[in-house]
């Protein structure tokens, strides 16, 4: 006897589950991140991402017949194209995060720019703490170097960026003496811009002449290089530990930005 089952044979409620356990994870990701960490592009995107998903699986059958007409089609062949053109660009930056990500500078810079992010308050958040950890095992190999920590007073924060740094690295054993604090900025672009007056004047030199070290979370090295070659620096990056519980958030912001910086030129 067959047994009519309203298009849901087993391909189809796979799909089905499929969509939704995709989506409401996705969404579950968000609501985890907003609570936890600050809110940006990359703690709002896998909601957005989600939804559509959640809300295609929670009517897939119908979905099925509506798409079979010619509107539909044109719909589901739009969003299939929308995500194929975001999972392309999300692996082309996911390729380049990673690769500048596994590059080690050299020993021996002129001067290490340590670039800033949250503080929780008046201490140090997870990523920047790391930040500091990678800068202050740098410096104690290269002793010539220099320090600029890079940074200003953010939403939210009870001191600057930089300060918290710089207590970070003098309690990881770096003198205060090779620690200069530049504590306005609140971009990456303005952690380099800023940052080259103040490290000029230390070292006696162009900028230009100097061989940087930045450090930043492995995700953020890719983008932080591309600004500091626009602005002419011989900087190679250092990537520090990123906090595997909010990854995708951080790369997901990161591919973003890049592309939109790519967009700027």
Known sequence: ????????????????????AVGSLLIADTLYAAAKI??????ILPALIGLPLLAIGAIYPFWQQWTA??????????IA???????????????????????????????????????????PSALLQYRCDAA?????????????????????????????????????GIEPSRI??????????????LSVPLLEARLGKKATDCRIVYVTSGFHVYRAGYVAKRLGLRAEGLAARSNPQFLLNHVLRECVVIVVAWLKG
């Open 38 to 43: 600050s809110m940006n592009v990359g703690v």
């Open 136 to 172: 202050a095992a740098y410096l104690r190999d290269s002793p010539d170097a220099i320090a600029v920590v890079s940074g200003g007073q953010g939403r939210g924060e009870m001191r600057s960026e930089a300060s918290a740094m710089a207590e970070a690295l003098a309690l990881a």
């Open 81 to 123: 194209l929308a995500y194929g053109a975001f999972g392309a660009l999300f692996l082309l930056t996911g390729a380049l995060m990673l690769g500048s990500a596994v590059a080690l500078p050299s020993a021996g810079a002129d001067a290490v720019i340590v670039l800033g992010c949250a503080l929780r308050g008046y201490a």
């Open 180 to 193: 200069v604090q530049e504590a306005a900025s609140t971009s990456t672009e303005e952690n380099f811009d």
């Open 1 to 20: 006897m067959h047994r009519h089952t309203y298009g849901q044979s087993k391909p189809t409620m796979g799909r089905r589950v499929a969509l939704i």
């Open 69 to 78: 007409r010619s509107v539909g089609r044109a719909l589901k062949w739009a």
